[in-house]
């Protein structure tokens, strides 16, 4: 009986996608059908280029071949932009934002996995969350913080430490920050602790972030799109829980299954953080006074207006989505500099001594946060490497209404017209290029691609600031710009550098024989060439100092 349903349900979702996308794509093809501009004559690729190892390169051939708009087809032959014009930029994210939104795919495959957190809502409940939650990552609760940061990497630089300590040794970089970061982000953003860093097997990976990177091998490819993008939408309308969760649990796909498995691990562990914070917080013990995050939210929380108030539906959801946004990004980051200064020992070298120099001065403690972040050449490696390697290459948005969008500069169509404007019909997705933003030459000059951190360590050029690039950091779409940049931004750099100062001034780090490729699909990975894809791995020579 249960098997004769789950078909049943089978057939009538297979059938309305099958529909849908026939009338998306074949019926009504908006480029095609609505007039304006002739955006279809830029189509010159395909989307699916953007997710390859060190597709990258792709973005930098669109710039040398067309400028900072190019049409490309999207997985399901559907067309889409990549855009990193600055004033198109500065309208999808900032002027038009609530026209340019996240894609309902998006919006509801994050509710299911984080809840109705930062990432997964829109609009005035999106608007009402930031209010609450954009104090709560003030400059003046990062410094509070910077304790705790020292403190869990004091942990990893032991962890290290003990495997090093009588000879240099191969250590996979990656599987390291991935855990410090889960472990920083559980410990200051929830008073929380994952991981003791002591082990060093590589099965003692906390169940969450184990399934937070199988997650991202089973989101990746055209099921997972065809899915997000109409599966999800016509379950969504159903508004019976118990009987979605029974025939999710009947369905006969491995696929299905084990995203559920995933998924049950990171909603049980958040909701395990959450509730045991409630719990003392109605008790009235533990709480008063905690620095984390989540406590700090739940604190203002309370004293907030009744119009203001986050429910504990969405105070779960930030827990989860904090979690969730906290760790590969920022993991992956640190990964990248690690094995910029694998590849450059001469920065290394001049990091080190800046380091060592500043803890020198002051009297060999640990630097306290206003002296961390303005050291000068640690702010250049850090910002330099954003730039060229932002983790996220590309953001994702959706025209909600057919709009005209200005540019900066003229654009000539591959049929040689040229256009100041483009007509975006209603639909049409949107991928914002960070990192061709990042690595614009009109901006940054010829060197553009080099990553150079020197080039901070000196004024601008002037072009930087002339271009208005909306993003919130340094004229760089790194953290995005608008309301719904990257809340964690400061966090994510106090991260990098407290752990740069305690690692660099231990260790050196070089390069094995091993060839390190970067998987761009979402959040970039690192893997070890001829790996499989769902391996991330970075090894690298760690030798302790003197
Ligand atoms: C180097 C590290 C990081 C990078 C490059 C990064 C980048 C980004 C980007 C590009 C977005 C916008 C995504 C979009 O709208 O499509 C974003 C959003 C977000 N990030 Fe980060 N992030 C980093 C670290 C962090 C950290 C450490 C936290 C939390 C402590 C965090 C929390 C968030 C949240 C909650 C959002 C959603 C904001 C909203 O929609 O209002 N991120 N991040």
Redesign the pocket.
């Known amino acids: 009986m249960a098997s004769i349903l789950v078909q049943g349900i089978t057939v009538y979702i297979s059938s309305v996608v099958v529909w849908k996308l026939i009338k998306n794509y074949v019926v009504k093809s908006p480029l095609d059908i609505v007039p304006g501009p002739p955006p279809a004559s830029l189509i010159t690729g395909h989307v699916k280029d953007l997710f390859h190892a060190d597709a990258w390169k792709y973005h930098d051939e669109i710039l040398r071949k067309y400028g900072s708009v190019m049409m490309v087809k999207g997985l399901l032959g559907e067309r889409q932009l990549i855009i990193f014009d600055p004033q198109a930029l500065h309208h999808i994210l900032v002027k038009d934002q609530y026209i340019y939104e996240?894609s309902e795919s998006?919006t509801l495959s994050s509710k299911l996995l984080f809840g109705e957190?930062?990432?997964s809502?829109l609009g005035e409940q999106?608007r009402k969350?930031?209010k609450m939650?954009n104090p709560v990552?003030s400059i003046a609760h990062m410094r509070e913080m910077t304790p705790i940061f020292y403190d869990v990497t004091s942990r990893l630089r032991k962890a290290i430490y003990n495997q090093v300590k009588t000879s240099p040794k191969e250590i996979d970089v990656l599987h390291w920050m991935t855990r410090t970061?889960l472990e920083l982000?559980g410990q200051s953003?929830m008073g929380y602790s994952f991981d003791s860093l002591e082990s060093s097997q590589k099965a003692d990976l906390h169940p969450y972030s184990r399934s937070v990177k199988r997650l991202g091998g089973f989101l990746a490819g055209p099921l997972a799109a065809v899915l997000a993008s109409y599966a999800i939408p016509i379950v969504h309308k159903f508004n019976f829980p118990r009987f979605k969760r029974w025939v999710v649990d009947h369905w006969p796909s491995k696929w299905v299954q084990d995203i559920k498995d995933i998924t049950d691990v990171m909603h049980e562990t958040a909701l395990d953080i959450y509730k045991t914070k409630r719990q003392a917080m109605e008790e009235g013990h533990g709480d008063d006074g905690k620095k984390d995050?989540i406590s700090i939210l739940m604190r203002a929380n309370e004293s907030a207006t009744e119009e203001d108030r986050l429910t504990d539906e969405e105070l779960y959801g930030?827990v989860a989505?904090?979690t969730f946004?906290?760790?590969d990004?920022?993991s992956?980051?640190?990964s990248r500099i690690l094995l910029l200064l694998a590849d450059h020992q001469d920065v290394q070298d001049k990091l080190r001594a800046e380091l060592i120099e500043a803890k020198k001065n002051n009297g060999d403690q640990e630097l306290g946060y206003d002296k961390l972040v303005s050291l000068p050449y640690l702010d250049a490696v850090c910002r330099e490497t954003?730039r060229v390697f932002?983790?996220?290459a590309n953001?994702?948005?959706i025209a909600r209404k057919d709009m005209i969008l200005p540019l900066s500069k003229p654009l000539q169509t591959t049929t040689k017209q040229e256009v100041t404007d483009l007509f975006i019909p209603n639909g049409t997705t949107i991928h914002?290029s960070?990192i061709g933003a990042n690595r614009n030459p009109d901006m940054w000059g010829t060197d553009a691609k080099e990553w150079k951190p020197e080039r901070w360590l000196n004024p601008l050029p002037d072009k930087v600031a002339e271009a208005h690039m909306p993003g919130i950091y340094s004229h760089l779409?790194?953290?995005?710009g608008g309301?719904?940049?990257?809340?964690?931004?400061k966090?994510?750099?106090l991260?990098?550098k407290v752990v740069l100062s305690i690692l660099l001034t231990s260790f050196k780090f070089s390069r094995t024989h091993q060839t390190i490729k970067w998987k761009m699909s979402g959040?970039s990975t690192p893997i070890v060439e001829g790996d499989d894809y769902s391996n991330s791995t970075m090894p690298l020579k760690v030798t302790l100092l003197e």
């Open positions: 996240e998006f957190g930062l990432l809502t999106h969350q930031r939650l990552f970061a982000i953003g995050i930030q989505t904090l946004a906290a760790m990004t920022t992956s980051a640190l954003l932002p983790p996220l953001a994702i948005r914002v960070i779409m790194t953290f995005l309301s719904r940049a990257c809340i964690g931004f966090f994510s750099q991260e990098m959040i």
